[in-house]
């Protein structure tokens, strides 16, 4: 069973910043394009934004300019910098690769909210 241990979610201002951390085993980080994903109250879940081992990166429209993900191979760790956080961010995130996804993991909860 695949494990995807996400991090860092928290109750922030609109206009904060986040910073999420998704550690993933070695064998499924290293072969595979790694995204981030969000689900919010009553909706589906959505892509957010991927990277490829070799660091290029897409982003769905409503986070270009303020989220950026990003990769440290040698942790096995992929991040999300969420900056300029409005309240349509809310959501639980997950990590998880690309396509095909595995078993979902907790995810963490993001708050944005005065």
């Known amino acids: 069973q695949v494990q995807f241990v996400e991090s860092g979610g928290g109750l922030v201002q609109p206009g904060g910043s986040l910073r999420l951390s998704c550690a993933a085993p070695g064998s499924i980080f290293n072969s595979n394009t790694m995204a981030w994903f969000r689900r919010a109250p009553g909706k589906q879940r959505e892509l957010v934004a991927s990277i490829t081992n070799s660091g290029s990166t897409n982003y769905a429209d409503s986070v270009k300019g303020r989220f950026t993900i990003s990769r440290d191979n040698s942790k096995n760790t992929v991040y999300l910098q969420m900056n300029s956080l409005n309240p349509e961010d809310t959501a639980v995130y997950y990590c998880?690769?690309?396509?095909?996804?595995?078993?979902w993991g907790q995810g963490t909860q993001v708050t944005v909210s005065l």
């Open positions: 998880n690769r690309v396509t095909r996804a595995y078993a």
